[in-house]
């Protein structure tokens, strides 16, 4: 009897001995894009090559990953192109107040424009243009509403209309392409993208920007 008392008290201990080891043992290791953390609507900068789409983030989060990083590094600043922090880019989403439809073969949803005089006037003070300047600048898209983009905040920035007229016609026949499905939102993206942040701007001394 005194055997089996013992017996049974040493199996006992053994078990929770492993049971707490186990317990105390680290973590299994999760993906490397799971440490990534965005405050809400701020978010990720395009420039940044990602090559996951994480887990756990809200919609106007995960949008960010869609927009694709420029091939070629930009070599320039604001006003040739927006400031990176300020207007990383964002894409329209189905809860978006703004959104009428889904368009395209793609079913890419559509946001109506809809800018506040008050938020522009933000963007304005953000980038430090006085308001006797404001008359050189428009409030552009980055992310183009016909490709895709939003009304928010990070999807705007003030460009100087000089900028603006390098593009010309850039923008429409990346539109008229996707809308024929000659390409997808994904090189639309990548399209404008580029474009915006390089600029064929080969001697920056020759502007003068009023700000």
Request: glycine share 4%.
């Amino acid at each position: 009897m005194v055997v089996r008392i013992f017996t049974s008290s040493l199996l006992a201990s053994l078990a929770f001995t492993l049971f707490a080891a186990t317990s105390q043992a680290d973590p299994p290791a999760t993906p490397e894009y799971a440490a990534f953390s965005f405050s809400d609507p701020q978010l990720p900068n395009p420039h940044a090559a990602l090559d996951h789409t994480p887990l756990g983030f809200t919609d106007h989060q995960l949008q960010a990953f869609k927009i694709p990083p420029p091939q070629q590094a930009p070599t320039l600043a604001f006003p040739f192109i927006p400031d990176s922090q300020s207007t990383p880019g964002s894409l329209c989403s189905k809860r978006d107040r703004d959104y009428k439809q889904d368009r395209y073969a793609e079913k890419i949803p559509y946001c109506g424009r809809n800018v506040a005089s008050s938020l522009k006037r933000d963007i304005y003070d953000d980038y430090g243009i006085s308001a006797n300047c404001r008359k050189e600048y428009t409030i552009d898209h980055f992310i183009p509403l016909a490709i895709g983009g939003s009304n928010r905040r990070e999807n705007l920035w003030p460009e100087h209309k000089s900028i603006k007229a390098l593009r010309q016609n850039l923008e429409m026949d990346v539109y008229n392409e996707l809308r024929n499905g000659a390409i997808s939102q994904a090189e639309a993206l990548q399209i404008i993208v580029e474009a915006k942040l390089n600029p064929p701007v080969k001697y920056p001394r020759d502007f003068e920007f009023c700000q």
